[in-house]
């Protein structure tokens, strides 16, 4: 952490950029980078390719946050979440050096300095303890965005990477003036009804794996373009279904399929893919050590041991077969722990992706 300090230090002018599709970590962390850069007395503008959800609109600093790259070349950019520049969604982003900071297993040294810790709850936490490394100040404004960061990258401190430290870092920023409840209603007790319908389409679809003993190891639904334009959702809207899948008792592993508009239908908007364009992206969600980090990389996906994603292209019947196969492959190469209840395993700490 002194290395990074002393490459913050050494430079004036900063790009700050996360993935495309925002999260909160992404979003409270890539805040949380442009305040501890500002207090260190730099220049620094947070870009991202996609629109921030009006749910974080709350975050202190979010209005500032830019669409398109400034045009003059930065001393440095900083990554945030990302195992590679295609990740932000922008083409190239020039700059005399780039920084990757990520907590993915599947995070890749592709920068020309990385700091990866796939044991920390959330980047928001890498920033934390690099503004305490750097002695400065935590205001309520990074106190806040960190917060965000945290309470959604932690699954709001259920998921298994959740441990003491988080709750201590939790406290502490908000002794140091995180508005953790303001946060809470923003994020979690502020959706448009549209999402709540959507989920009722892709809980409707649920299916179950049945195995010869009975058990219902893997969980799988999908939302379509058509699903999504009758519940008058957006892409946002499918956030979080997939947690309700793994939310089943017995089930090890789960998988949402949402098509994706791709070629001549993403142009004409929500309309419907043709048969050879239509592509799926796929979250998916395991409980204890089943590694679904390593299902998604067989597909050239990645993230985290319980929470990774993928694209696939073909026909939905044929995706969910070829992912369910996989999940179903996995489940049998893994021992299952007692009532299917995530380990505690100090060996292989697991973080998880909002
Ligand atoms: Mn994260």
Same mark, same amino acid.
């Given at each position: 952490?002194?290395?990074?300090?002393?490459?913050?230090?050494?430079?004036?002018?900063?790009?700050?950029?996360?993935?495309?599709?925002?999260?909160?970590?992404?979003?409270?962390?890539?805040?949380?980078?442009?305040?501890?850069?500002?207090?260190?007395?730099?220049?620094?503008?947070?870009?991202?390719?996609?629109?921030?959800?009006?749910?974080?609109?709350?975050?202190?600093?979010?209005?500032?946050?830019?669409?398109?790259?400034?045009?003059?070349?930065?001393?440095?950019?900083?990554?945030?979440?990302?195992?590679?520049?295609?990740?932000?969604?922008?083409?190239?982003?020039?700059?005399?050096?780039?920084?990757?900071?990520?907590?993915?297993?599947?995070?890749?040294?592709?920068?020309?300095?990385?700091?990866?810790?796939?044991?920390?709850?959330?980047?928001?936490?890498?920033?934390?303890?690099?503004?305490?490394?750097?002695?400065?100040?935590?205001?309520?404004?990074?106190?806040?965005?960190?917060?965000?960061?945290?309470?959604?990258?932690?699954?709001?401190?259920?998921?298994?990477?959740?441990?003491?430290?988080?709750?201590?870092?939790?406290?502490?920023?908000?002794?140091?003036?995180?508005?953790?409840?303001?946060?809470?209603?923003?994020?979690?007790?502020?959706?448009?009804?549209?999402?709540?319908?959507?989920?009722?389409? +892709? *809980? %409707?679809?649920? $299916?179950?794996? /049945?195995?010869?003993? =009975?058990?219902?190891?893997?969980?799988? @639904?999908?939302? #379509? !373009?058509?699903?999504?334009?009758?519940?008058?959702?957006?892409?946002?809207?499918?956030?979080?279904?997939?947690?309700?899948?793994?939310?089943?008792?017995?089930?090890?592993?789960?998988?949402?399929?949402?098509?994706?508009?791709?070629?001549?239908?993403?142009?004409?908007?929500?309309?419907?893919?043709?048969?050879?364009?239509?592509?799926?992206?796929?979250?998916?969600?395991?409980?204890? +050590? *089943? %590694?679904?980090? $390593?299902?998604? /990389?067989?597909?050239? =996906?990645?993230?985290?041991?319980?929470? @990774?994603?993928? #694209? !696939?292209?073909?026909?939905?019947?044929?995706?969910?077969?070829?992912?369910?196969?996989?999940?179903?492959?996995?489940?049998?190469?893994?021992?299952?722990?007692?009532?299917?209840?995530?380990?505690?395993?100090?060996?292989?700490?697991?973080?998880?992706?909002?």
């Amino acid at each position: 952490m002194g290395a990074l300090l002393e490459l913050l230090r050494e430079r004036q002018t900063f790009v700050i950029t996360s993935h495309a599709r925002p999260d909160g970590d992404a979003i409270g962390s890539s805040l949380g980078m442009m305040h501890l850069l500002h207090a260190m007395g730099k220049q620094a503008v947070v870009a991202l390719a996609d629109p921030v959800p009006v749910a974080y609109d709350c975050l202190p600093g979010v209005q500032s946050i830019a669409r398109a790259l400034p045009e003059a070349r930065p001393d440095a950019v900083v990554l945030l979440e990302c195992d590679s520049v295609a990740r932000t969604g922008y083409a190239a982003i020039p700059a005399g050096l780039t920084i990757n900071i990520d907590h993915h297993l599947s995070g890749r040294r592709y920068a020309d300095f990385n700091w990866i810790d796939p044991e920390a709850c959330a980047v928001g936490a890498m920033v934390y303890d690099l503004a305490r490394a750097a002695e400065l100040e935590i205001t309520p404004a990074m106190a806040s965005c960190l917060y965000a960061a945290v309470l959604t990258d932690t699954g709001s401190f259920t998921y298994s990477s959740t441990n003491a430290a988080t709750f201590a870092l939790a406290s502490d920023l908000m002794e140091r003036g995180a508005d953790a409840n303001a946060i809470v209603q923003a994020v979690y007790l502020s959706h448009p009804v549209s999402r709540m319908r959507l989920l009722g389409t +892709a *809980l %409707d679809k649920l $299916r179950l794996e /049945e195995t010869e003993h =009975g058990e219902c190891p893997v969980a799988w @639904s999908s939302i #379509t !373009l058509a699903e999504m334009q009758r519940a008058g959702a957006c892409v946002e809207d499918c956030e979080g279904v997939v947690n309700y899948l793994i939310a089943i008792g017995g089930v090890r592993a789960a998988v949402l399929l949402r098509e994706v508009a791709v070629g001549p239908a993403a142009a004409a908007g929500l309309a419907a893919a043709t048969e050879q364009a239509t592509q799926f992206r796929l979250s998916l969600r395991s409980k204890g +050590a *089943l %590694d679904v980090a $390593r299902v998604a /990389e067989g597909f050239g =996906g990645g993230g985290h041991r319980n929470a @990774s994603g993928c #694209t !696939l292209t073909g026909s939905l019947e044929g995706a969910t077969q070829r992912i369910v196969e996989a999940l179903r492959t996995a489940c049998l190469a893994t021992p299952a722990t007692p009532a299917g209840v995530a380990a505690a395993d100090p060996e292989q700490p697991a973080t998880l992706l909002a």
